[in-house]
């Protein structure tokens, strides 16, 4: 029933509700332990385990020993991650807003098997750090700064550029505003399972005109915000997928069919033990959508599946997508051979295993 698309549907509902709960009631965040049987915790500057099923606490890092050499008091944490061995945690600081949430700051870095605290990216612009992540073999930390993504070897603190020509409108490894807004997408980029390269989004915003909001808030005189913003009927941002090697910093584009500037790029992300990307792909309308599979060391895609809606074609979204960490990313099943996809292509949204084979959903 297509009428059923101009409601708000169950899922959007949840999101909503999601959003009310973490914001609003300060729920802290949660990971689990790599064996399941406990989960790591911030309170009050310092990181704690509850074990299960009595919730026996640890606390696994301390005040002093979340406080820099050079300061009296332990880091405000607003985010941690751990490398895939849980030997190692990223921890988020001094964080900045950017449109909506505050995903700019700085990141350190704690080491459980040397006891050492050191941040990370320190020649680069203070709270100017993105997304920071392990790679999958914990011994890199890819980031984004001022647009540019940033390679740094954990052992040794060596930074290295892997884009060098970003600025205010030409953008790696995040987003513009209308990709946040309309598709939930702010992390740009994503490591290979070997931990070789990176797949990341390039946005082109340079011909998008300026819209000028009023900042009449800060001060007592209203200043302009100039944003790139493009208006109904203007050509939106150009957007590419491409892979860059961490040994040359040398970028692969992916040959996606269709115009850059009338396309949208919503999804992507590397197939799990594979070099190849499974790519998303939204037309301006918003009402068909492509999925292809690209081989990242060569550039070439192949298209996989298709759908196509009157109205629109909904963007299958699971989790918090106000969650700091959030990511739009396909769910795999079938030992990564199939994914899983709602669909409103009859009238109702059902569920489907898509087969990245070629097989039958």
Not at 237 to 255: N, P
Not at 270 to 289: A, D, G, H, M, V
Request: glycine share 4%.
């Amino acid at each position: 029933m297509k009428n059923v698309k101009k409601s708000f549907n169950i899922f959007k509902i949840l999101a909503f509700i999601c959003f009310l709960f973490f914001n609003f009631n300060g729920e802290a965040q949660v990971n689990w332990t790599n064996d399941g049987d406990s989960y790591y915790k911030l309170e009050k500057n310092q990181l704690l385990t509850y074990t299960l099923p009595n919730h026996d606490t640890k606390t696994v890092i301390t005040k002093e020993q979340l406080t820099p050499a050079d300061t009296s008091e332990p880091l405000n944490v607003a985010h941690f991650s751990f490398s895939s061995d849980q030997q190692k945690v990223l921890l988020f600081t001094n964080t900045k807003k950017v449109w909506r949430l505050n995903t700019k700051g700085d990141y350190w870095v704690f080491n459980f098997k040397t006891n050492t605290l050191r941040q990370i990216g320190k020649s680069l612009p203070p709270s100017s750090l993105m997304f920071a992540k392990f790679s999958p073999d914990g011994n890199t930390i890819a980031y984004v700064s001022n647009n540019n993504i940033y390679a740094e070897e954990d052992a040794s603190g060596n930074i290295k550029p892997l884009t060098t020509n970003g600025t205010v409108s030409l953008i790696n490894g995040t987003f513009d505003w209308a990709y946040e807004e309309e598709f939930a997408c702010r992390d740009g980029f994503r490591w290979s399972p070997d931990s070789k390269s990176i797949a990341y989004w390039q946005i082109d915003a340079s011909d998008i005109k300026k819209f000028y909001m009023i900042n009449n808030t800060d001060s007592i005189y209203s200043q302009l915000v100039p944003l790139e913003y493009p208006k109904v009927g203007e050509t939106p941002s150009a957007c590419k997928v491409g892979v860059v090697t961490i040994s040359d910093a040398k970028t692969t584009w992916m040959d996606v069919p269709g115009d850059v500037s009338q396309n949208y790029l919503v999804r992507m992300e590397f197939i799990p033990s594979t070099n190849n990307l499974l790519i998303q792909q939204l037309n301006r309308k918003q009402n068909q959508s492509k999925l292809y599979i690209a081989e990242a060391l060569k550039g070439t895609t192949n298209s996989i599946y298709e759908e196509s809606d009157e109205a629109w074609v909904d963007l299958f979204q699971l989790g918090n997508s106000y969650a700091i960490d959030y990511t739009n990313n396909f769910n795999f099943l079938n030992e990564n051979k199939s994914i899983l996809w709602a669909s409103e292509k009859d009238g109702w949204r059902h569920l489907y295993q898509v087969s990245l084979e070629g097989k039958p959903e």
